[in-house]
């Protein structure tokens, strides 16, 4: 049903894209492409059919109601989940896809290993590794991943904990830390190794209320850098309409409806997320 | 009935036969902490043959008796496999150590499932590859909560030794029949076998128990308002029934 309604919204993406120069030119390749990706869970299929592109840089904030299949699109964007069919593309190559003698066929280890260095993600429940100190959880990625040197590792790791505003829980261990502050050492973990595109979980749907706006400030703050895309997957209503450059509302495993966020927000087209919407106007 | 003079008289032997006893038991043990390890990695592979072999080795070297485990090391295989065969001591370090290694194996994969999903997707996220998940990330979470349960398998072990007599090695209970098979009088050689048996026994249970409590206040000062680590307090619960069925 709602394929024609993607076409539709498909060409709402220029003027969206236009708010942020670096990812402004229409030629540009984008760096996320979903073609006709569709996820199922046994019988349950929570995705249908999904076509959507991320620009270089661009920071598109996904919402919808919950099983809308959301967090598993960006689930299948970290290859924790394998799509049941249609493609991913990153950086202009395939990713759960590889060439082998002409064909494509289902990639291998090292080829996700590979394209895995593109993407970054930060979850709901942080994830952090308990048995190390914040300063560890972040240099253990450039140390044992990026083959960066001890000291160099070091630098990074407290110049992006500064960043997040935790330059003085260096020895801390994650238990000792508020779920704000365990997030946020999360999202220093995942900027340390440079994605080109970030999926953020509903990175606030975990914490205590009075904790979700230091997460938000630190995220807004990235986002304001620039260069990194970011695929925000969201319950905070004010917090996409502030930081995205394009809100996609999803439901029961389609795209209903996308646009720049003033659209989205002020003007909801379909009928479905009018009433989505309405429930966060109360 | 009970002669304190000769019971004296032999307990001299008896202890210093613990020396072998001990070399037996830590030689096993250390064996079986290793090669389980190995069996529930492998147990762990992608490759799905790997995984069928290695649960078909463990439930053949647990469906067999370790004693004739040991009689088939010590006088067949060990002897064809090398030029020299190894002595009863080595031969009982490896019967025992295959053996409980199977059972080692388990515990480590209660181990290694209690740890939390999230921390294999945040390895994964951060493009760890597959060995270093292991040596970074799991392996260190798995393995301190798994230290009672080995505790309480080096006292089985401990307990298993006198087996070991079977293949003509000289430990504790050998020493006791040799003594036995001059004197004719069992009951206090037997005796005090028991009783060494019972206190070292008693020592090494006492040692484990204030292990655990030290790492259950560890783990109750760590995970204390960590993320909602459901899993691992499922794992730990599995783990402690674990403790109990061996003891």
Redesign the interface.
């Known amino acids: 049903m709602n394929t024609t309604e993607l076409e539709k919204t498909a060409g709402q993406e220029a003027p969206a894209r236009t708010r942020k120069p670096q990812g402004a030119s229409t030629g540009v390749q984008p760096i996320v492409r979903y073609e006709h990706v569709s996820k199922s869970f046994g019988d349950l299929e929570v995705l249908h059919d999904i076509n959507l592109d991320i620009a270089p840089g661009e920071k598109v904030a996904m919402i919808g109601p919950s099983g809308s299949g959301k967090t598993t699109l960006g689930r299948m964007l970290?290859?924790?989940e394998e799509p049941s069919g249609g493609m991913i593309t990153v950086d202009g190559e395939p990713l759960w896809h590889m060439k082998s003698k002409g064909r494509l066929v289902k990639a291998n280890?090292a080829h996700l290993?590979r394209m895995?260095?593109k993407?970054?993600?930060v979850?709901q429940?942080?994830?952090?590794?308990?048995?190390m100190s914040v300063l560890r959880n972040v240099t253990?990625?450039p140390r044992?991943?990026l083959g960066v040197s001890t000291d160099e590792a070091h630098e990074r790791a407290v110049t992006m904990l500064g960043k997040v505003g935790l330059g003085d829980k260096l020895d801390v261990?994650?238990?000792m830390l508020s779920g704000g502050q365990?997030q946020r050492v999360a999202i220093a973990?995942?900027l340390v190794?440079s994605p080109k595109i970030m999926v953020f979980d509903e990175v606030t749907s975990?914490l205590d209320p009075e904790l979700v706006g230091e997460v938000l400030e630190v995220i807004k703050e990235i986002a304001s850098e620039g260069e990194m895309a970011m695929m925000l997957i969201t319950h905070e209503m004010d917090f996409a309409r502030d930081v995205a450059d394009r809100v996609i509302f999803g439901a029961e495993g389609h795209i209903v409806e996308q646009g720049p966020p003033e659209q989205i927000f002020e003007n909801p087209q379909s009928e479905r997320l009018q009433s989505f919407l309405s429930r966060f106007r109360l | 009935m009970w002669n304190w003079d000769y019971a004296w008289s032999i307990l001299p032997d008896l202890i210093a036969a613990l020396k072998t006893t001990f070399w037996a038991t830590f030689g096993g043990f250390i064996f079986a902490a290793i090669g389980g390890l190995m069996l529930a990695l492998l147990g762990r592979s992608p490759i799905w043959i790997i995984r069928a072999i290695n649960r078909l080795i463990i439930e053949f070297i647990r469906s067999t008796p370790l004693l004739v485990q040991l009689f088939f090391l010590y006088f067949y295989i060990l002897p064809t496999m090398f030029p020299t065969a190894p002595t009863a001591l080595v031969s009982g370090i490896i019967g025992l150590g295959l053996h409980y290694s199977t059972y080692m194996s388990e515990v480590y994969r209660s181990g290694i499932d209690a740890v939390?999903k999230?921390?294999w997707?945040?390895a994964?996220?951060?493009?760890?590859?597959?060995s270093?998940t292991w040596t970074?990330?799991i392996l260190?979470?798995a393995l301190p909560p798994t230290l009672p349960v080995m505790g309480n398998y080096l006292i089985v072990i401990f307990k298993e030794t006198p087996l070991l007599s079977a293949i003509t090695l000289v430990e504790v209970l050998t020493t006791a029949k040799n003594a036995i098979s001059v004197s004719y009088r069992p009951f206090e050689a037997y005796t005090l076998v028991g009783v060494i048996f019972l206190i070292i026994s008693y020592m090494f249970s006492l040692l484990v128990r204030m292990m655990e409590i030290r790492l259950n206040r560890e783990q109750s000062?760590?995970?204390?308002?960590?993320?909602?680590s459901k899993p691992q307090s499922g794992g730990k619960a599995r783990l402690n029934k674990e403790v109990k069925q061996q003891a």
């Open positions: 970290m290859t924790l280890e290993h895995r260095g993407i970054g993600m979850f429940h942080f994830n952090l590794f308990p048995h253990i990625g044992k991943v261990y994650p238990s365990k973990r995942a190794m975990a | 939390p999230g921390q997707e945040a994964k996220a951060l493009n760890f590859p597959r270093k970074s990330i260190p979470q000062a760590s995970s204390g308002t960590d993320s909602p």
